[in-house]
């Protein structure tokens, strides 16, 4: 019996596991809706030369402009969200004098987006821009107006217009992430049709994720139940189908195949299918989704196993933070020589997001808490668990973006194993560099690396694992 459960073990990605950070989506998949990038992110990118206006007003430009508007135009610094909204009042107060100075304007425009108030910033900043058709950070700021006010499409002329000037890297992040936002806000309205294609090619050293011991409790474990290295490779295809129900209301449907071969090891050689339906709620700053999930495997062509689930999640924007709640209930079957391992599963997993202010940098944390019941009497898996992450996500460059992350999870089972307390702890690691292409943006190639290292109270369940690879994506919209 030890030999069946030993050699029957499941490898670490048997079935899509409850994880809250999945590292085999596509790479557009991976990618949460980032929230709108917020005043302050975008003030503070443009270099400061690049937003100085000259003190002196041209002539013929109006009258000369007050202590409280030349102060801010001397010193470019003083320009804080906050010092704006402060500003805001007493500019508003003269602003029948002065409109129309494209000083005076410019800084009433930042003062009004400052303080939400759309409208007036559009027409400020528009006064300017005439005078001044030039002046690059000008148009910038009239088009962060326009987003904020909800008029896209004259945003989104604008933000292609500032791109095609081949504007400095840290700015043209800004600008293709708010161009990005855009594209997303429009397509709640419309009919969505994705499909990715992947080929990845790697090394893993240990396939079946087994542990290097050679005899057990004077029991000699079979090769099938050793680790096992092999080079693989694999290709994945997934799709999203998705249609407006009404403006806040979507219905998504989420095919995927995936197939992976190792040379060297053919029985952890693996098929995935799977199926997700989901209904999407969106609603300003709020986003959510409840469906149902299918998805079987085979391993060496053999039926290995199969998970149905529901699934649910919150989020919420919060400036440049983002905050979600997940949930998972599942049944986790398989044939019928390894009923034993038959469970259900419970999850729930907190998720926040934060993008740091003036970097293109943006870090992740999460935890996780679940519960594996076994369905079979006397089955030894029934487990308590407790995992966290943390993650960060860099746009090195505006088609690069260098990702790492840690993760911990602790598995406490219920029963004994062979009469010892069995307890799990799971540490791992992953780095990865997404690289684009500017003349072929439906293409990424990501390098990638992950370890993991989980450590069991019983030896046989003890194993480490190294895979490195390379996955080359074509996305199609």
Do not use: C, K
Request: glycine letters at 8%.
């Amino acid at each position: 019996m030890l030999l069946g459960l030993a050699a029957g073990a499941a490898p670490a990605q048997d079935v899509p596991a409850p994880q809250w950070l999945d590292t085999q989506a596509p790479a557009e998949a991976r990618t949460p809706a980032a929230a709108r990038p917020d005043v302050a992110q975008a003030r503070e990118l443009p270099a400061a030369s690049a937003r100085r206006v000259d003190a002196e007003p041209e002539p013929g430009s109006g009258a000369a402009l007050p202590p409280v508007v030349l102060g801010s135009v001397e010193n470019p610094a003083t320009l804080t969200p906050a010092r704006l909204q402060g500003l805001y009042p007493e500019l508003a107060a003269i602003e029948p004098e002065y409109a129309g100075d494209p000083d005076f304007d410019a800084i009433y425009g930042l003062a009004a987006l400052a303080s939400e108030a759309h409208g007036e910033a559009v027409f400020a900043l528009q006064r300017a821009t005439l005078a001044r058709p030039a002046a690059l950070d000008l148009r910038f700021d009239l088009a962060r107006a326009y987003y904020a006010s909800g008029d896209y499409e004259a945003a989104d002329a604008e933000f292609a217009a500032l791109q095609a000037a081949d504007p400095p890297p840290r700015l043209a992040t800004v600008i293709r992430d708010y161009r990005q936002g855009i594209a997303r806000n429009n397509a709640r309205y419309r009919a969505q049709n994705r499909l990715w294609l992947a080929a990845s090619a790697g090394h893993d050293s240990n396939a079946n994720a087994a542990t290097d011991l050679t005899d057990f409790n004077g029991f000699v474990l079979a090769d099938a139940a050793r680790e096992q290295e092999s080079p693989y490779y694999g290709l994945r295809a997934q799709a999203a189908w998705s249609r407006p129900l009404t403006a806040r209301w979507r219905a998504s449907l989420e095919p995927h195949a995936a197939a992976r071969e190792y040379p060297d090891f053919e029985a952890a050689s693996r098929l995935e299918l799977g199926l997700g339906a989901q209904a999407v709620y969106e609603r300003a700053a709020w986003q959510g989704r409840l469906g149902p999930r299918y998805t079987q495997l085979w391993l060496d062509g053999e039926d290995n196993a199969q998970l149905l689930a529901m699934e649910g999640a919150l989020s919420r924007s919060l400036g440049r933070s983002l905050l979600g709640v997940s949930a998972r209930a599942g049944a986790l079957r398989y044939p019928d020589e390894l009923t034993v391992r038959d469970i259900d599963q419970y999850v729930l997993g907190l998720d926040a997001a934060y993008a740091v202010s003036g970097l293109p940098l943006q870090w992740r944390g999460g935890l996780l808490l679940g519960r594996e019941e076994a369905v079979e009497e006397g089955s030894p898996n029934s487990r308590d668990t407790l995992g966290v992450q943390a993650g960060l996500r860099w746009a090195t460059t505006p088609l690069s973006t260098l990702r790492a992350g840690v993760a911990w999870l602790d598995g406490s089972y219920d029963d004994p194993f062979f009469g010892e307390s069995r307890d799990d702890t799971q540490l791992s690691a992953n780095l990865a560099l997404d690289l684009g292409l500017a003349a072929a943006p439906q293409w990424l190639f990501v390098l990638q690396g992950q370890w993991l290292d989980n450590d069991s109270s019983i030896d046989v369940f003890s194993y480490d694992r190294l895979e490195l690879g390379l996955v080359a994506q074509w996305s199609f919209e």
